[in-house]
């Protein structure tokens, strides 16, 4: 018989899930060990890494009940080899550790990072199929080899480790025979204990560009340009952030108290004042050269020739010019032109975190329409605990100029109809697709503006489908609304509901 006890996982979306019992393993070994004895009670095993889905769903399973394994206490580097950039890590190892790591022992790596800040696991990231602009930025498409534990208490690792060639399990992802460790991303086939992750080298050079649009009208001419950059450029050129002016705003400004309460967005004129303080455009485009140097210079002369018909403003931030900007920056604090200062600032510990330095800078965003943020400690940022308000919507979309217009319209139309700000980014995940990224922010004290948020997702959610519009990657609300699982594979899952 199962426990009847209900222990309650608060997250981000305010959805009301409990399970009915906790395992937090100090180690794989105590896992190994135990698991088997722990998940007989229960029908339904959810894992998490660290349990920072924020905006997803964070630690709580799609369905209630059953039994958490949360291996967050299992947190050790099992090992890493120098020369080609293999790091194998146990799963409550986090972005922040495996950076400090890289800077003791290998400083030439660049650890992976993304916008959910340093405190992120970084298998958890890479079994949901999570990104980042740095390379790898599709983090499990890094993933070469993993073990598992299934329902049934057997152990699964690849091919070659299976015939004692462990080793090479780790230098190719493929193995010999059937390729099965895709089956353990975004399922709930089985606990998942140590993964091996491919490094990205620090680069010689590195440089960050921004390009302000002038109109809005440039958004196509820019969207087929990123698009040729993509196909000629190679690895040199990182993944392309495409942002609208109240999506960079969102990173800027507070969210007035008087408009939380009152549930309003922020008004064109508002917003106007807003760009004008910032010197914000209609779209940001932001990305960056890393490579040999060389190559870099060559890369960034190919890419303005890319964008020359566009009209622009154009900073590029770098390793040379960094001090430069730094010193602007206290002098426009000085001058009182706090704003140039606090974009500057942005924007150098956005370099840090390009550069494998994961920090909070993006994390700030979910609490945007959380009254109590002026006491929160900037570096302590816990979404789930802090009572943020998020949702994401993060539907791919088709890599070419009137794809992009007929989203960005659909996405503008569906913000005014809720009375949302329409807060959009676009990341390149190739030459072929953006994958889009759009946080629903709300007032989570506030059951009413829940209730709005709710509404909106599921608009963008169902709407967006039929424009031809899907997220990547669901949140653990909206993952029993659809059916992906295949009937060929009679799979014995360890949670039949996560993207059930
Ligand atoms: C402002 C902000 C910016 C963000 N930016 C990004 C971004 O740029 N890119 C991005 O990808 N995400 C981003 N996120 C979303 C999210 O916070 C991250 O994806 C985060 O890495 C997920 O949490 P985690 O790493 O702790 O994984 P977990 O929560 O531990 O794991 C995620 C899921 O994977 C499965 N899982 C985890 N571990 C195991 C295991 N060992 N065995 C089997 N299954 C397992 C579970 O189902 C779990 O629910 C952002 C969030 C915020 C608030």
New binding site residues.
């Given amino acids: 018989m199962a426990p009847k006890e209900n222990i309650i996982l608060p997250n ?1 979306l305010g959805a009301i899930r409990s399970v009915n019992e906790i395992f937090r393993p100090e180690s794989s070994e105590a896992l190994f060990e135990m698991l088997p004895a722990a998940m007989r009670p229960h029908s339904q095993v ?14 709580a ?1 799609a369905k209630s009940g059953g039994l958490l ?1 949360d ?2 206490r299992c947190r050790e580097i099992r090992s890493f080899d120098r020369d080609h950039g293999i790091v194998t890590l146990e ?1 409550g190892v ?2 922040g550790e495996l950076a400090k790591f890289l800077e003791e022992h290998g400083d030439e790596w660049r650890a992976p990072v ?4 340093p ?7 890479a ?2 199929r ?4 740095t390379p790898h930025t599709d ?1 499990f498409g890094a993933v070469m080899s993993l073990k ?1 534990i299934l329902k049934s208490g057997e152990i699964y690792t690849g091919s070659l480790t299976k015939l004692g060639a462990g080793h090479l399990d780790k230098l190719y992802r493929y193995g010999v025979g059937p390729y099965y460790d895709g089956l ?1 991303s ?1 399922s ?6 140590e993964v091996t992750f491919r490094l990205a080298k620090k680069p010689e050079f590195l440089e960050m560009f921004y390009f302000s649009l002038d109109a809005d009208e440039d958004l196509e001419a820019a969207v087929a340009a990123i698009k040729k950059s993509k196909q000629e450029l190679g690895n040199v050129l990182g993944g392309i952030n495409l942002m609208n002016r109240e999506r960079c705003l969102s990173m800027m400004i507070d969210y007035p108290n008087s408009k939380i309460q009152s549930l309003e967005p922020l008004s064109e004129s508002e917003l106007d004042k807003f760009a004008r303080q910032y010197k914000l455009t209609s779209w940001l485009i932001v990305g960056t050269i890393g490579g040999q140097k060389t190559i870099a210079h060559a890369t960034k002369k190919q890419l303005l020739k890319n964008f020359k018909r566009i009209k622009k403003r154009t900073v590029f931030f770098n390793t040379g010019n960094r001090k430069l900007f730094l010193a602007l920056a206290q002098f426009c604090q000085f001058m009182g032109f706090s704003q140039i200062a606090r974009s500057i600032d942005t924007v150098d510990r956005a370099f840090d975190v390009l550069n494998g330095k994961p920090n909070n800078v ?5 609490y945007w329409k959380n009254l109590a943020r002026p006491h929160t400690n900037q570096n302590e940022l816990h ?1 789930t605990r802090d009572g ?1 308000g ?1 949702i ?1 919507y993060a539907p791919l979309v088709e890599m070419k100029p009137a794809s992009v217009s007929r989203y960005t319209d659909f996405v503008k139309q569906a913000s005014i109809k809720f009375g949302f700000n329409n807060l959009v980014t676009l ?1 390149t995940i190739d030459d072929l697709c953006f994958d889009s ?1 759009i ?1 629903i922010l709300f007032d989570r004290s506030n059951p009413e503006d829940q209730k709005r948020a709710r509404l909106f997702y599921d608009y963008l959610l169902h709407e967006g489908l039929k424009l031809g519009f899907f997220p990547y ?1 669901l949140s ?1 609300e909206s993952q029993e609304k659809f059916d992906f699982q295949t009937d060929l594979f009679k799979l014995d899952l360890a ?1 039949p509901s ?1 993207y059930r």
């Fill in positions: 981000t959810s894992v998490i890494s660290r349990g920072n889905n924020w905006g997803y769903g964070c630690s399973p394994i291996l967050s799963p986090s972005y993304h916008g959910g800040g405190d992120c696991s970084v298998v958890g990231n079994l949901e999570g990104y980042g602009l983090h598992a353990f975004q709930g086939l089985g606990v998942v204990t993006a994390l700030q965003l979910a979404p943020c998020l994401w990341t990224t946080p990657r653990i949670n996560r």
